[in-house]
């Protein structure tokens, strides 16, 4: 039995005329201690499918199955990064935490909340900006307050919405290494929604593209074998990492010129002679 | 050193007196082009308007004074005869009081005005103390016998007045806060009360203070029937705060309802509960929103309270206006201006001491308008 499991997902916003439709028939099965990574351009519907596997949403048919159990509403047992940090601006880097360490472990006592929140910032290095406000921070410092919050519910599985994707290149490579790091030592299920394909053979165990809406749905799967740890210099050289990248590149470019070619077709010009205005005596 | 002044610039920055510390640096020699330019404009322009403010005034005052003084005279001379007349242009240029013409008053009779009100402040608390001092014996002893104490029931001065009106506008203030931030936070939460209650904001809102005095008129004077106590204070707070609290109810409502979407998701995904949700999420988020409601709350409760206490008779500053009005003594006139500008400097000291509360609690520290 897969750990999450995506049956026949069909989402649409709006009813009637109105209906848009956003993902539909996406199957998707990902296995307990898997790093799964979902490519696709912006405006794919990446964010509704994250939404649909959190919880935030429900779809309109098929089901969302997590450890078999039909997923309803949001649970501790799957952590959320969040694309936009999220972080709540009035409180502290370690009050955020504590928010989430409360939420998940309402029994303990103050100084219990304290110190887990305490190792979760420790874990991704912000033990020195532990009391300040997130205003003060750094965007990639803020997404490691968010990453230490998500591991803070000490959740069964790590959704990211495209947690790198405002960050730039150099803090991008840090935190992709820190979150391996994290992810490596005890193995947690991990979903990385991104549009950077780089990224995704780095980190995933497998990459599924997103053909593009307004009927998005999963393309097929290209396993990653690069050996673990990996380093990204040496990838660089690798073979096998160059035909899975150009593999994936292919099939997204490929989707990019059928929808060019699409919006090409659509175009119908009225049938106008020009006229000229200039008039011949 | 540089710490502590470094504050101190901060927070007149913050109070909007940012040119002190301009003022600082021109006393202090730190002063460079660009200070000079900003000296310039925030310490010479405005005291050059306020100079040429107050030379307009004495022009108009004076030139009022004229007209007034001409009509006079000349109704003497036809009234009376020409004694009479020659009479009253000595009477007016000797600056005898009671035949001055009766107009708008030149800025130095409303400085001296001023200064006489001040005077009379501290004759009146003499007085008082001398009062209490008097009776702090006798006090004691019928206090003793369960009698009631006696109190000062003298006249209250410029300065009780002003106090006085504080208290009924912070009373109304801390009503209307009590009123309309829970309505407006439960409004902006159910979108089922936010119908229910829809008409009501829309229709109340814009109805005058004479009118909301009125209602509570009505209303306090049933519900304190057969008391003895005066109940104008108690009038016009209530009608202070139903009158000002709007902004407050309307914008704690829009802040509530608007909050952050992704703040919300937080809450969710953490699986906060409706408590928690409420308390740690959906109320910080939209502190900046309710502080600016206050903030119009107390200016509003400010602007209106002169009118109610007007009304209303409970002593304050509007009693003090329409007092000196009714009066119609030959200073009288420029006591009003001075109540005027008591007012004026008031509400701008409140309208800061908002803003600094709203600047402290908003989290963006985006500078609050």
Known sequence: MAYLELKNIYKSYGKGDSETQVLSNINLKIEEGEFVAIVGFTGSGKTTLVNLINGLLEPTSGSVLFKGEPVKGTSHERGVIFQNYSLLPWLTVEQNVIMAVKAAFPKRDKSVWKRKAAYYIEMVSLTPAINKLPKELSGGMRQRVAVARALAMKPDMIIMDEPLGALDALTRGNLQDQILNIWEKDKRTALLITNDVDEGIYMADRIIPLHPGPNATLGPEFKVDLERPRDKTEMNDSESFKTTRNAIIEYLMDIGDA????????????????KSFVSYS | MKAS???????????????????????????????????????????ASIFLFILIWHIGAKTLFGIEAKFKIEKALEDQGQAAADALTACIASGESSCQPNTLPSPAQVW???????????????????????????????????????VYTGRPSFVDQIFRSLQTVFAGFFLALLIAVPLGILIGLSSTLKSAFNWFIQIFKPVSPVVWYLLVFMIVKTVLIGSTEDSSFTISFISVGLCSMWATLVNTAMGVSTVDKDYINVAKVLKLGTFQKIFKVVLPSSLPLIFTGLKITLSVAWMVL??????AQSPGLGLFVWEEFQNGANDSNAKI??????????????????????NWVSFDKQDAI
Do not use: Y
């Open chain 1, 259 to 274: 929808r060019k070619a699409e919006a090409k077709q659509q175009i119908i010009l009225p049938e106008l002679e020009p």
């Open chain 2, 5 to 47: 002044s470094l504050t101190l610039g901060r927070v007149s920055n913050f109070l909007g007196f940012g040119f002190f510390t301009t003022l600082r640096n021109v006393f202090t020699g730190n002063l460079e082009k660009e200070d000079l330019k900003k000296f310039l404009r925030k310490v010479i322009v405005p005291l």
């Open chain 2, 112 to 150: 001296e005005s001023f200064q006489s009100l001040l005077r009379d402040h501290h004759i009146i608390s003499a007085d008082k103390e001398a009062f209490i001092e008097k009776t702090a014996a006798l006090n004691k002893t019928r206090i003793a016998a369960g009698k009631d104490a006696i």
């Open chain 2, 306 to 311: 002169i009118a109610i206490e007007l009304l």
């Open chain 2, 337 to 358: 201006i001075v109540a005027m500008f008591a007012i004026g400097i008031i509400g701008f000291l409140l309208d800061r001491l908002m803003l600094t509360i709203q």
